[in-house]
Every structure is written in structure tokens, then in C-alpha cells.
């Protein structure tokens, strides 16, 4: 039970991964809209005042060793309690608080079940389907740009 | 030494600020740049100002580059103190340069590297002749693109080779759990480890690096790289914030990154294989990533039983002068008012001239000797 | 490290986080400027254990990713790290010898030789205590001498053991190594930094 229980933990912070980054890599203005498209939202209030801070970038010598300290870059924080008391947590690149609570409030309505179904179809597959179409534009200029090597052959004609 | 505070010079600065504002708005009768125009059409200068402000930000950069009138150093120095003004909520994941979303990646040793040469968005095969059409409205061109996107992921030229052992495999994260250094949180301290030296070097003065991996080619130094791969694209960042206790994805940043492969012929300890310099970049900027790359292999003099007989190779040389905030103040301060310094060196050279000029003049210096 | 909670009915942190924050910090460091002296932070926090106030609103001022804090593992002290971690995002530790600060109620007061006493070379990495007592008066008296103390100084803060103003004299010793105190009760606080000497009160004692 103790492992099942586990399970569903672990089934329930992979969803709230997906949420956050499908809010998090989308522009905030294509998240809004999809927000604004929805007839109804959960009622929220802000748990602490949205914040911009750095998160200090990390990289791996020679791409795959240890760790070293990159450079930062500002976030902006959010959390957001909606009505039936679930906390959401947002951290976003850039410094748009509006974004990062975008990203809270995705966090709190995936986590409850009354929201879960109506974020996943309305606000969700709609980012999925659009960051896979951004990135496939992006990885077809990209290919376009492949070299394509060939090697000429010369044969000796007869003398 | 002593400091003198001299005041009356709030007008003339005042005035002299308001002429510097209207100097960088420039004629009124062209239209001002906007911030979002520096950020989509002067991109690799606001790369430039994000790598060496260490701050990943392009809106800021672009802001900056504009009120620093096009001043690149000036204009890092502003992002550099804006990001003091902010509290720091913690570190991120590594960044998985593997699972980068290629825009390029060549390598220039390994022909027939699995995923191909993908030159991506490059100014490497242009003529470098100016185009005048750009001094109109440019064309405006739309890249190609090919029926089938790139792969997903692209192999490291390292993982390529992996199972010869003919490329040396970097060092793990230390076994006792330590954090890396952070020259934002401690003071530079020597003997460096790489960790250090890789931030230092990845928020260093493009052009000092350049020039010292260039002096290193050139033989003030013991360099002979190979460029074994240069990638950009995008990379996802993570995070772990304490109060959620698992990573989620806050966003993606553009980084060039570049590994030179230099031989080393082995020692008692270690077989021949070719060992790896490392360079790591905010945005796109491979001059940097390569320069940074060469300039670390020449610090890892050490590791590989080189004699260190280069500035390229002094570790506290390289570090304690790579970062331009810091080397701009240095000289830039040397404008500001000396007024007593200056006094204290007329007394001095005044004095020096009397006691020259008294010991030459014609027999009085050996008269008064004599008697 | 203690497991992150679920955030539901979290208390808020300051109402203003940055002019609460430098009042706090204001506070605080004349406190610790003047020790033994009561100062209150008139700041409101609302932390989840009733009692914190003052030391929850240090904790807000002061903690960050950097610090990591020790609280005594019981409901309150895990009620209080789940608040304090949330506000601050500083991690929460079970060893008091890796606490950068520790918050302790009147009921478990620590041993304090477990605490990090910092060393010769960084002497200011050493742990700062942060204690809430039932009352800062009523209690046995204590004579205090150090900076800061122009004339003799007595407090006696309710709720603390002879053993444990033993171990703080015997933590001094060793100046300048040792923990930093902050006593509290409600918004009230009472610093007592290491460079302040402690005896037992030679006026109203035996």
C-alpha cells in the first residue's frame, strides 16, 4: 500500500512537471490566451508577493563532468492558493510575474481533481501541440542546413 | 594614501549627464531605436552583454546596450550591477548540453560525426563583402526548410569514441558531495579548480580571451587544438526550489558550446589519448566558447605534466584579468580626481630637480664637500 | 533533509518583503548591537506555531537558499520548517553542527555544543540560536558583561535551565568561536552575541 501510494505520488509530481514546464516554455501571451479562452477559472490568492530573483545557471565540464556555476539569470516566482486550498508553485525565466503565475495557478488546478481534466484538454495539449510545432520549424531550418557530403569519383580513362 | 573630497561639480555633472542623454538619443529626426529591435536585430551584441554580465536576459541586455549608446563593456557593467539589486533563490540543474535543440553543431576533426555538420544559422561562408541592400529595408528572406526536422538529440563527438578510451572522460562531481565554487559567493582563490576557472573564463573579456588563445597558437603557449565540436541551440533549464522538493522546468537559454581536442602523449600513469579544453557560452558566440575552450586546456598545464612557461598558462594571470568590469574600473578610475597624488609627485620630481641640478652646478658641490 | 509538505493552509510570510525585512533587520542588529536590552520588532508574521512570532520574522529576514536551518523534529518544529523553507527557500537540516540558524521553542531547547561554533578561519559560520521563551522576565537572573554593555546588566528571561546558562558560559569560553543567541518571546526579542559574558546573578543569587 505504503508502495502504491508512492506510485500515485510520484504519477502526481510528473504531472505537475509537465504542467509547469508546458506554462513555463510557452509564450506568456499564447498561455494567457488559452487562460482567458477557458468560461470559468478557480478563484485565487496569492501566498506570498510574486518575486523576480536569479537562479545561478549550472553547466557540466566538458558537457557530461562535474558541475560549474555557468551564470544567473532572473526568475520570476509566484504561488497561488486557489478555493480549495491547493497551492500552486511558478518559476519562470524572464521577470514577468504574470507568467510565473500563470505557471502557479496551472500547478494548483493539475494538482486538484475538480481542474485537472479541464486544464489538460483546454490550456495543456493546445502548449504541447504548439511548442512541438515551434520546435519542428526550428529542427527543419536546422536540417536544411546539413551538409551533404559526396565524394567525385574520377576514373582514369584508358590511355 | 589619502582622499581629498572636493565638492562643487553637482551642476556641471548634472548638465553634463543631461548632455550625455541627448548625445545617445542622437538626431531627433531619426526615430528612436526600440529595446525590442536591438534584441531581435542586434541579437549577438545582446549575447555578448548577457555572457559577460552573466546575466541571461536579452530584454535587459537589449535595454542596456541602448542606454549604454552601443558601449559593450558599459553596458555589461549595467547588467552586472542590476543583478546585485536581486535576491538569489538557488542554483539550477546542469544544463544537458546533449539534449540540446540543435540550431549547429560542426566539428572540424570528425568529418563523419554521427548527426552530421549541421551549419545552422553562420557567418562562416560569407564573403565578407557589405551589403549595400542592407542599407534599405533588407530583404526580407525566410530560411529553408527541409521536409524532415533534425534528430532530437546529437551525439557528443565524445560519446562517439567513448568505447576506445581515445578521448580522455572529464572529471565527476566530487565524491564528497561539495558544491562547485562560485566566484559571486567567495573571493578568487588559487590554486584554482576547473570549476572556478570555467566561470571565471565564461563571463571573461571576449577580447582577452580571444588574444590569449590566439597567442597560445601562435606559440606563447602550448596549445595545438582541433575544434572536435561546436554546438548552439537551446537547452532547458531546471529547477529544484526548496519548498517543492522535485525539479520542474522554469524556462530555455541559448549557449554555444565548444570542445577542442589537443594530443597529450601520455605519462607512467596515463596511456596517450587526446584530452578536452572546455568552453561554455551564454547565447551565440563561438568565438568565445572556442577562445575559452583553448584557454582552459592551457590552464590544465598541470594535469598533463606540461611546463607552464606562458602568460596563457598562469592561472592567476588569466583569472585575475579576464573580467572587464573589474578591469575597466581599474584603469577607467585613474580619471577621477588625483588632485593630491599629483601634488604629492610635483614636490617630489621639484625636489629630485634642485638636488640634480645643485649637484652639478660648477664647484659648488665640491667646494661645500671640501670645507 | 526533512521532505517537502504539501503547501496547503501555508501562513503568509511579511506583508512587505522588503521594508519588512530591513525593519526586522534593523531591529535585530541594534539588539545584537545592545545586548541584553528587550527590543520589540514590531513587525506582525502569523507563523503556524503561535509563540514564533519574532523569530519567525528573523527567520524571514535573514534565511535564504544559503542557510540552512535546524528545527527540533516534532510537529511544531516540522509545522515551522515546511513555513520557513516555503518564505525563505532555505533547506532545513536534522544535523545542528550544518545549521547556519536554528529555532527552537521553550520545551526543547538544544544542547548547544551541538551546534556549529564556527572555526578560527570563518569564526562567523557558527550557528545563531534563535530561542522562544514563555517569558523574558520572572526567570533566574543573569548578569551580563561584554560591548555593548556600559552598565550592569541582568535579565531573566523565564523558561531556561541553570544547566543550559552553564553550557552558554562554557560556549563563551571560547570566544571567538561559539553560537549567537537571540531570545524571544512573542515579537519580543533579546540578543546576546557571543562576545557577551554570562554568570549567574551575584546580586539577588543565594
Known amino acids: 500500500m505504503a508502495e502504491s501510494e508512492m506510485q500515485q505520488g510520484q504519477e502526481v509530481v510528473e504531472a505537475r512537471q509537465r504542467a509547469h514546464a508546458l506554462v513555463a516554455r510557452n509564450p506568456q501571451e499564447t498561455v494567457r490566451a488559452l487562460f482567458e479562452s477557458l468560461p470559468d477559472l478557480p478563484a485565487t490568492q496569492r501566498l506570498r508577493p510574486s518575486e523576480t530573483g536569479l537562479i545561478m545557471v549550472r553547466g557540466r565540464i566538458g558537457g557530461d563532468g562535474a558541475r560549474f556555476n555557468l551564470g544567473e539569470m532572473p526568475v520570476a516566482r509566484a504561488t497561488m492558493q486557489i478555493a480549495n486550498g491547493t497551492v500552486g508553485v511558478g518559476y519562470v525565466i524572464g521577470r514577468d510575474h504574470d507568467h510565473a503565475e500563470l505557471a502557479a495557478l496551472a500547478d494548483a488546478m493539475v494538482q486538484d481533481p475538480a481542474w485537472r481534466d479541464v486544464l489538460e484538454q483546454h490550456i495543456l495539449v493546445p502548449l504541447a501541440e504548439q511548442q512541438a510545432a515551434r520546435e519542428a520549424l526550428e529542427a527543419r531550418k536546422a536540417a536544411a542546413t546539413k551538409v551533404e557530403f559526396f565524394t567525385m569519383v574520377r576514373n582514369r580513362g584508358p590511355k | ?371 | 533533509m526533512i521532505a517537502a509538505q504539501a503547501l496547503t493552509d501555508m501562513a503568509p510570510g511579511f506583508a512587505d518583503l522588503a521594508l519588512d525585512a530591513q525593519r526586522t533587520f534593523r531591529r535585530l542588529m541594534d539588539s545584537m548591537a545592545k545586548p541584553g536590552r528587550v527590543t520589540d520588532l514590531d513587525v506582525l508574521v502569523s507563523p503556524p506555531v503561535p509563540g514564533f512570532e519574532a523569530a519567525g520574522a528573523i527567520a524571514l529576514a535573514l534565511l535564504d537558499f544559503e542557510t540552512p536551518v535546524w528545527f527540533p523534529d516534532d510537529a511544531d518544529g516540522r509545522r515551522l520548517a515546511n513555513w520557513v523553507r516555503f518564505h525563505c527557500g532555505c533547506p532545513v537540516t536534522t544535523d545542528p553542527a550544518a545549521a547556519a540558524f536554528a529555532l527552537a521553542g521553550p520545551h526543547n531547547v538544544p544542547q548547544i555544543d551541538h551546534f556549529n561554533a564556527g572555526d578560527a578561519k570563518y569564526p562567523e559560520r557558527s550557528t545563531t540560536l534563535l530561542i522562544v521563551c514563555p517569558a523574558l522576565v520572572g526567570g533566574a537572573a543573569i548578569d551580563l558583561t561584554g560591548p555593548g554593555i556600559a552598565e550592569p546588566l541582568s535579565i531573566a528571561p523565564a523558561g531556561l535551565s541553570a544547566a543550559f546558562w552553564g553550557a552558554v558560559a562554557q560556549d563563551r569560553a571560547r570566544f571567538q568561536l561559539g553560537v549567537d543567541l537571540v531570545l524571544t518571546c512573542g515579537t519580543q526579542i533579546v540578543g546576546l552575541p557571543r562576545s557577551t559574558r554570562i554568570s549567574p546573578s551575584s546580586a539577588k543569587g543565594k
Open chain 2, 1 to 371: 594614501m589619502a582622499y581629498v573630497s572636493v565638492k562643487g561639480g553637482e551642476r556641471a555633472i548634472d548638465n553634463a549627464h543631461r548632455w550625455l542623454d541627448e548625445k545617445r538619443r542622437g538626431d531627433p529626426g531619426v526615430a528612436e531605436i526600440e529595446v525590442a529591435q536591438i534584441r531581435e536585430q542586434l541579437s549577438l551584441a545582446v549575447d555578448r552583454v548577457m555572457a559577460e554580465g552573466s546575466c541571461y536576459d536579452p530584454e535587459l541586455a537589449a535595454l542596456a546596450l541602448k542606454q549604454a549608446r552601443g558601449d559593450v563593456t558599459e553596458a555589461i557593467f549595467l547588467l552586472r550591477a542590476y543583478r546585485t539589486t536581486l535576491p538569489r533563490f538557488g542554483m539550477s540543474q546542469a544544463v544537458s548540453t546533449k539534449d540540446m535543440a540543435v540550431q549547429r553543431r560542426v566539428s572540424a576533426a570528425f568529418k563523419d560525426i554521427p548527426g552530421g555538420q549541421i551549419l545552422g544559422p553562420t557567418f562562416d561562408y560569407t564573403h565578407r563583402l557589405i551589403n549595400f541592400d542592407l542599407a534599405d529595408t533588407g530583404p526580407d528572406t525566410k530560411a529553408t526548410l527541409a521536409s524532415k526536422p533534425l534528430a532530437d538529440q546529437m551525439p557528443t563527438i565524445a560519446s562517439v569514441f567513448a568505447h576506445e578510451a581515445l578521448l580522455e572522460t572529464p572529471e565527476a562531481d566530487p565524491a564528497d558531495g561539495s558544491e562547485p565554487y562560485d566566484l559571486t559567493r567567495e573571493p578568487m582563490a588559487f590554486p584554482a579548480g576547473r570549476d572556478q576557472r570555467l566561470q571565471a573564463l565564461a563571463r571573461g573579456d571576449e577580447g582577452f580571451l580571444l588574444s590569449l588563445a590566439y597567442a597560445s597558437q601562435r606559440g606563447w603557449g602550448n596549445t595545438h587544438p582541433l575544434c572536435g565540436e561546436i554546438r548552439m541551440g537551446n537547452v532547458v533549464v531546471e529547477f529544484q526550489p526548496e519548498e517543492l522538493g522535485f525539479p520542474i522546468e522554469v524556462g530555455e537559454i541559448t549557449v554555444t558550446e565548444c570542445q577542442m581536442i589537443s594530443n597529450f602523449e601520455g605519462s607512467a600513469e596515463r596511456p596517450p589519448q587526446f584530452t578536452f579544453g572546455y568552453g561554455l557560452v551564454f547565447g551565440h558566440n563561438e568565438r568565445k566558447a572556442m577562445s575559452m575552450a583553448i584557454v582552459d586546456r592551457a590552464l590544465r598545464h598541470a594535469e598533463v605534466g606540461e611546463a607552464p612557461a606562458h602568460a596563457v598558462q598562469d592561472e592567476e594571470f588569466v583569472l585575475y584579468h579576464s573580467d572587464n568590469v573589474e578591469a575597466s574600473g581599474f584603469v577607467q578610475h585613474l580619471k577621477l580626481p588625483h588632485y593630491v597624488d599629483f601634488q604629492a609627485e610635483l614636490q617630489f620630481i621639484r625636489r629630485l630637480r634642485r638636488e640634480w641640478q645643485a649637484a652639478r652646478a660648477p664647484g659648488d658641490g665640491l667646494s661645500e664637500a671640501a670645507e
